[in-house]
């Protein structure tokens, strides 16, 4: 069935240090890709998407190509920032209007 | 402004209650869903719904029951029949078909056991 692997977090940047968290994923068909953010005590927030293979989706900062070669939608940020810290999620699902395909999450903490 | 609206935020259940969270949405979406997130983990899908007056198992049904009876509404019951039901709740809802597939997240219920 589909799937979707994140790196384990937590993981630590000083501000402005540049920021990669790896998603990869296995998929019967062809979904869109999607990276959700959750702060504390809160619901999730889309934070950016690609619909098929090497769409880039850009959001704040942070970007994310859909690479069909690699089966891979790794999130990336310049220069991360005190207020990036949160959980991030990578997600999958089909047009159809079936359920999302979460990763486990990957928590980011910035030290100032 | 359009969104997804739940409540409570926070919820208390007493042993052999059963618990109905709201969810309610003004985005006109087709498709709504229910996750529960355990700490430390990704969501994982209870219920959905893509018509009214229907809607699907997930991956976690038992001890939940669900209705749709309006296009709006999608509440959530949390049945005495579900014995570790302390968990952080969400809604989402989406369009359905090419392009509308992006699920939209309310803010969430935590719901403790007494």
């Known amino acids: 069935g589909d799937s979707v692997t994140q790196m384990e977090g937590p993981v630590t940047l000083s501000e402005e240090a540049f920021l990669t968290i790896n998603c990869t994923y296995t998929?019967?068909?062809?979904?869109?890709l999607f990276w959700y953010v959750q702060y504390p005590g809160e619901g999730l927030q889309l934070l950016l998407k690609?619909?098929?293979?090497?769409d880039k989706g850009s959001n704040k900062g942070f970007e994310a190509t859909y690479r069909k070669e690699t089966t891979s939608f790794h999130l990336e940020k310049g220069s991360v920032q005190v207020s990036d810290s949160a959980v991030y999620f990578c997600?999958?699902?089909?047009?159809?209007?079936?359920?999302?395909?979460f990763g486990q999450g990957t928590e980011l903490s910035v030290k100032p | 402004d359009g969104g997804i609206t739940q409540s409570p935020k926070y919820l208390f259940r007493k042993e052999g209650q059963n618990v109905t969270l709201s969810c309610e949405q003004n985005l006109n979406h087709d498709a709504m869903y229910w996750y529960r997130q355990d700490p430390g983990q990704g969501l994982r899908l209870i219920y959905y719904?893509?018509?009214?007056?229907?809607?699907q198992k997930g991956d976690i049904a038992e001890g939940y029951s669900v209705s749709r009876e309006k296009k709006e509404s999608f509440p959530l019951t949390v049945t005495s029949a579900q014995k570790n039901p302390t968990a952080f709740y969400l809604c989402a809802s989406s369009g359905l078909g090419t392009g509308k597939e992006t699920q939209y997240f309310g803010p969430g219920t935590r719901l403790l056991v007494l």
């Open positions: 997600a999958l699902t089909y047009n159809q209007g079936g359920k999302l395909i």
């Open positions: 998929a019967t068909g062809y979904p869109s």
């Open positions: 690609a619909t098929k293979a090497d």
């Open positions: 719904s893509q018509i009214v007056n229907d809607f």
